[in-house]
């Protein structure tokens, strides 16, 4: 997420308490021992200007960065809104948002290490951030974009906070309402950065301390890679759930929900009649299954603008999403995403000649299981 992208790409949609009662740390095709972490550590002596606004620029001092003498630290997208103070030698962010609930409570913030003039970056450097007590269900979480070096993600081991990671994103959710506890920090180590950008779901007044010197230390910590390809989540010890159930299917490295295609007329999101056959196997299926939780991803074919088709599939994505709810299953089982033309499954991309049926194949909307090891006990 240090990259600039948009908020579109970022939101995943988390709906209610997202994964409520599953602890899904993935430790995710991590191969081979753990070295030791390399990291600076940071430690915020003052404020030069901005305190208790949403752009404040903070002193900071480091034994072995001597050229980083501020972070300023900005809310940068919304919806919502926040504002940075000192807290002890770390930074605190205030939400200060209109709405409740993921993914409504969401701000961007960014981090960017300065040099004495007060506006140039340094050199890239490692960072850890530990942010204390992430609250939920349905309150708090944050997030950030797997392709933004980021080196691990950490929690205590065990944890009251579910990671989920769906490429290029990984995102720590609160799970159960803690009074400063160890067992709900979340750790986000990056390499090689002179800026970090954030994704802040927060209910207002909620706060997060931002900790660089690790006030906030974590004991038997798991170290959470992010997965490179898109897809759902396998833990280091369930890679594969064997022989699975026959209403599913497996596609590279997801474990999809068997449906045939679900169509949307152009240029709308509404569910067709001839859609609800393929909704209600959606939901007898969870209902058969009632642990597994789904990711529904929404795709288009490239004939529009990308910023179109991105909207056009996360409003798919919800649609399909609002009618299994409407269904009687939990909110709290589904999460959204909405694609656009960037996961073409052919060769039509903008620009090239394609039949109808080539263009079709990638207007799809698929049901992903993002807890397939729950499974295993059925």
């Known amino acids: 997420m240090v990259s600039n992208y948009s908020i579109t790409k970022m939101n995943l949609n988390l709906k209610s308490a997202l994964l409520f009662f599953y602890l899904i740390v993935g430790c995710l095709f991590f ?38 003498a501020y972070i300023r630290a900005q809310r940068i997208n919304g919806p919502q809104n926040g504002i940075f103070t000192q807290q002890g030698d770390d930074i605190r ?8 609930g993921i993914p409504s409570n969401l701000s961007r913030i960014r981090f960017s290490f300065l040099k004495s ?12 951030f530990i942010i204390n007590d992430i609250d939920g269900p349905n309150n708090e979480a944050l997030a950030t974009d797997c392709d933004a070096n980021l080196r691990y993600l950490g929690t205590a081991n065990p944890t009251n906070l579910i990671v989920a990671n769906l490429p290029p994103n990984i995102i720590a959710v609160g799970s159960v309402e803690e009074q400063d506890g160890p067992t709900s920090r979340v750790m986000f180590e990056f390499y090689d950065v002179s800026v970090v950008e954030l994704d802040n779901y927060a209910n207002n007044d909620y706060l997060k301390d931002f900790d660089m010197n690790n ?13 490179t390809v898109s897809g759902s989540l396998y833990t280091q010890n369930s890679a594969s759930i064997g022989k699975e159930p026959t209403e599913f299917k497996k596609n590279n490295d997801n474990l999809l929900i068997k449906t045939n295609a679900i169509y949307f007329d152009l240029d709308k999101s509404e569910i067709r009649e001839d859609a609800t056959l393929e909704l209600e196997k959606v939901v007898g299926i969870m209902n058969k299954y009632s642990e597994i939780h789904i990711d529904i991803q929404s795709h288009t074919d490239s004939r529009a603008k990308d910023k179109y088709n991105m909207k056009l599939s996360n409003e798919r994505a919800k649609s399909s999403a609002n009618w299994i709810i409407e269904k009687g299953i939990d909110s709290a089982r589904i999460t959204t995403k909405g694609f656009g033309e960037t996961k073409l499954v052919n060769k039509c991309s903008n620009g090239v000649e394609c039949t109808e049926e080539e263009h079709q194949m990638n207007r799809r909307t698929e049901f992903v299981v993002i807890n397939p090891e729950v499974l295993k006990k059925q």
């Open 117 to 128: 003039d007060k506006k140039t970056l340094i050199e890239g450097n490692n960072f850890r």
């Open 31 to 68: 191969k081979g021992t753990l070295v030791a972490q390399n990291y600076e550590l940071v430690t915020i002596t003052g404020v030069a200007w901005g305190n208790n606004t949403n752009n404040t620029l903070f002193k900071a001092t480091s034994k072995t960065i001597p050229s980083l």
């Open 215 to 227: 006030d906030y230390p974590i004991a038997s910590p798991i170290y959470v890679k992010c997965k």
């Open 93 to 100: 962010y205030i939400a200060i948002s209109t709405s409740s």
